[in-house]
């Protein structure tokens, strides 16, 4: 097919520069790069919701490099070249009920050397999981600046599948449990990569939480590892919704340059108790500010008792086990027995004084009256 004869070109984003994909394809198996996964975000901004049918897009390296902050990148016209050519080859799979689907990113792609434009065609097939979405339902979409800072290709997936759970959410809260073996495979994991759950725990999952909770809506508050035996079967997310003013205030603190002189006070915090500047500051996004301020509290409690002798070794491993969480809950529970306890205990020492007085009463042959104390008279 020649240039001239491709259908009308489009270059402007749609109307909230958003990405709309159909569920089936957010749980498409399939696993591309970073930059792969850049161009399909960049592609699907690219059409709107009124779009009957896909068109020839134009993608201008420029614009494109701006959108992920790559100016200063080194040969990112021929990455974007690269990336284009390889996504041409590249198919997802969307087998359901029995049926084997598989299903190529692009039919068509067009570099003219030296114009900093690269022409592609989505391949027809994916029509029914990127146009008139909102005729059928059944579909995800979310603003592209929320996934624009990853640097993970396992994020955008991540985000992905928790955001297509968050709209059924109800008061802001859900959680989403995947098994192990599904979620490598939605992935695109091989079967011979990360064969040690740690590997896979630390190279795709946690790098993945930490994104997804620093830069989009979404702050994943806590996950489970479900095990049968030693092995961990499945994982479970549990996820927040960040309102509106959260999301600004997220977005205003991405623009700005971060301060060096005068760090988040958490930070300033595990700083000074042995962390380093920039584990202190992954640490404050993974895991929260109440997390990380009762696992301080329980270290130096422990370090007062004589069990602690490394506070950095001790306060790392109490933060990742979470391990002042139940220990904030029995101190809790501590405290409000020990004031249920003296308040029996001045109860029974009223009682035992009451008990006194009528005796003394009896013995006077007087009201009990007269012997209490007389109460203050109101007023001024």
């Known amino acids: 097919m020649s240039v001239s004869n491709l259908p009308q070109v489009s270059l402007q984003h749609n109307e909230r520069n958003e990405v709309r994909k159909s569920n089936q394809l957010i749980e498409a198996r399939y696993r591309l790069t970073l930059g792969e996964q850049r161009l399909i975000l960049h592609l699907c901004s690219l059409i709107h919701s009124s779009d009957k049918d896909f068109k020839s897009y134009e993608i201008r390296v420029k614009d494109f490099a701006k959108m992920f902050a790559l100016e200063k990148r080194n040969n990112i016209y021929k990455a974007v070249e690269n990336a284009a050519k390889e996504l041409a080859g590249k198919r997802l799979d969307i087998s359901r009920d029995g049926k084997e689907i598989y299903v190529s990113w692009l039919s068509y792609v067009e570099y003219v050397e030296g114009s900093g434009i690269v022409k592609v065609e989505f391949h027809r097939s994916l029509k029914p999981y990127l146009l008139q979405l909102q005729e059928y339902g059944n579909f995800t979409k979310y603003q592209v600046n929320h996934v624009v800072s990853f640097k993970s290709q396992y994020s955008i997936r991540l985000y992905e599948l928790l955001k297509q759970k968050a709209f059924t959410a109800e008061k802001r ?137 490394d506070i950095p070794a001790y306060l790392n491993m109490a933060i990742k086990e979470d391990m002042g969480g139940g220990w904030e809950v029995a101190k809790t529970k501590a405290v409000e027995e020990k004031t249920q306890q003296q308040t029996v205990s001045n109860q029974r020492e009223k009682q035992a004084e009451l008990a006194h007085l009528q005796k003394m009463a009896e013995m006077a042959g007087v009201p009990l009256e007269t012997l209490l104390p007389k109460q203050p008279k109101g007023g001024n």
């Open 173 to 309: 809260k859900f959680s989403r449990c995947f098994e192990i073996e599904s979620f490598r495979s939605i992935l695109g994991i091989a079967v011979n990569e990360y064969e040690v759950f740690s590997n896979l725990r630390r190279k795709v999952i946690e790098p993945a939480i930490e994104e997804v909770s620093e830069y989009t809506d979404l702050e994943i508050t806590d996950v489970h590892y479900g095990k049968t035996g030693r092995k961990v079967t499945d994982i479970t997310f549990e996820v927040e919704i960040r309102q509106a003013d959260e999301i600004q205030a997220l977005q205003l603190e991405m623009e700005e340059e971060p301060s060096k002189e005068q760090p988040h006070p958490l930070v300033e915090r595990l700083i000074n108790l042995g962390f380093a500047v920039e584990t202190a500051q992954r640490y404050k996004t993974k895991y929260g500010t109440k997390r990380i301020e009762r696992n301080i509290a329980y270290t130096l409690a422990k370090q007062q008792e004589g069990a602690v002798k």
